[in-house]
């Protein structure tokens, strides 16, 4: 469909270990992109050396995802539980992964983009954020926030606790670990939500969108953790946020939203699990000549 322009930034979270379990990637001769956010079990099982599961796992489904897409030819669609499944074959030849409860097992939320054919077509699981801008300036904005009115509802619980036992919230989300556990037991079940996991149970319930190519101008993705700059009030909406970055202000963005969440660094002001999360984002642009 042209030329096309892409940009990736990510940047660590404050969390355990800081391992960047976000990752993204572009791969213009298959014409797509992938952005994955990775979930560490909660027990904090780790099978993968030098690195987490989650990172290990994210990294994994995006460049196989791209693969599938490059030769086989199968719609997006299609192609997601192909790749999940051989993800997900590679990952239970680590020594211990079949005695792993599914709390234990690596998971995420991710976004996948594919411009071949005529079209413009995103797959999305899990409560990644995309925003499709039209070539007449209107912007769509994509998120499933089942996961995240979840999320809101125990970082709520998490302030309740803390503020009732004059403890700290990290101290309150330890406390509160049952709650988030009963979340996570909700993934890939009816009534729950849906994301990607070694089960490859979510693999055919992504939400899937398609436009017809000649009327995208670009396409924005990002984990959660970039998606806060609207939480912590950098930026009013998601639209917004991708109308900046689209104007070249994604990378001071980024600066804006560590400094936001440093000044809480309690997580008072804005409740949540940690002070930062790891945060990425993929700008593709269908307006320019190619570059990386």
């Excluded at 096309?4 to 969390?15: A, L, M, P, Y």
């Excluded at 211990?96 to 690596?106: K, T, W």
């Excluded at 709520?156 to 606790?161: A, P, V």
Aim: aromatic fraction near 6%; charged fraction near 25%; proline fraction near 3%.
């Amino acid at each position: 469909m042209g030329d096309v322009r892409w940009e990736i930034e990510t940047w660590t979270g404050s969390g355990e270990g800081r391992v960047n379990e976000d990752f993204a990637l572009v791969d213009v001769d298959a014409c797509c992109a992938v952005l994955m956010d990775g979930a560490t079990g909660l027990t904090k099982a780790n099978l993968v050396a030098g690195t987490s599961d989650a990172a290990w796992y994210a990294r994994r489904l995006c460049e196989v995802l791209a693969g599938t897409l490059a030769t086989t030819g199968l719609a997006l669609d299609e192609a997601l539980p192909v790749a999940g499944h051989a993800v997900a074959d590679d990952y239970r030849l680590f020594p211990g992964a079949d005695d792993l409860s599914r709390i234990d097992e690596p998971n995420g939320s991710l976004v996948a983009i594919d411009w071949r054919g005529g079209n413009v077509t995103l797959a999305m699981l899990g409560d990644c954020t995309a925003v499709v801008t039209l070539r007449d300036g209107s912007r769509v904005v994509l998120h499933d926030d089942t996961l995240t009115q979840l999320d809101e509802q125990n970082y709520r619980r998490m302030l309740s606790y803390a503020q009732s036992h004059g403890t700290t919230m990290r101290r309150a989300r330890v406390a509160l670990n049952p709650r988030f556990i009963e979340n996570r037991l909700k993934m890939n079940q009816p009534g729950g939500y849906w994301a990607a996991d070694v089960s490859c149970a979510g693999m055919t319930h992504a939400q899937v969108t398609t436009y017809p190519a000649d009327i995208v101008r670009s396409v924005f993705a990002c984990s959660d953790g970039y998606a806060a700059a609207v939480d912590m009030g950098v930026v009013p909406d998601a639209a917004r946020l991708a109308g900046r970055v689209e104007d070249g202000e994604g990378r001071a963005l980024g600066r804006l939203l560590r400094e936001a969440e440093t000044a809480d660094e309690g997580c008072w002001r804005v409740p949540r699990s940690k002070t930062s999360d790891d945060a990425t984002y993929v700008l593709v642009r269908f307006d320019g000549p190619s570059q990386g």
